[in-house]
């Protein structure tokens, strides 16, 4: 199985961003720890992160993969257009999100993938990037 690990808009600069919130770890070394996952399941894991949402659209768009773990950050909340994307694929999708969304601000309640990921993790910290290769693994 070749799993995409995707993530969005300020991602790139975990461990260093507001880690009361995200933690210290790097997402150089989530994308380690979620490669050696997909690994010991017999899995390939390739990754992409980007600020820019029509990147991300056309990264999802090359369809070289069978399933997609994502954590799309703020647009959770608001891009159709990436709702869009990922309802298209037709590959199990899980959306990840380091911290508890549903427990901070009132405008992150807001989800606007609900209905097209096949399963939701939040608030496991990066482990719940490995908990989503697990689940996708089967």
């Not at 997609?68 to 037709?90: E, F, K, M, Q």
């Amino acid at each position: 199985m070749r799993i995409l690990l995707l993530n969005g808009p300020n991602l790139g600069r975990l461990g260093a961003r507001q880690p009361e919130i995200y933690g210290s770890t790097t997402l150089a070394e989530i994308e380690e720890a979620a490669r050696a996952r997909a690994q010991s399941h017999g899995h390939s894991l390739a990754t992409f992160q980007t600020n820019h949402e029509g990147a991300m659209i056309d990264r999802i768009e090359q369809r070289d993969y069978d399933a997609i773990v994502i954590n799309p950050g703020a647009w959770t909340h608001y891009s159709w257009a990436l709702r869009d994307a990922l309802a298209a694929c037709d590959v199990p999708v899980v959306e990840v999100h380091i911290s508890d969304v549903k427990a901070r601000e009132e405008f992150r309640r807001v989800n606007v993938l609900t209905g097209v990921v096949a399963h939701r993790i939040a608030g496991h910290g990066w482990q719940g990037y490995l908990e989503a290769i697990d689940w996708v693994s089967g």
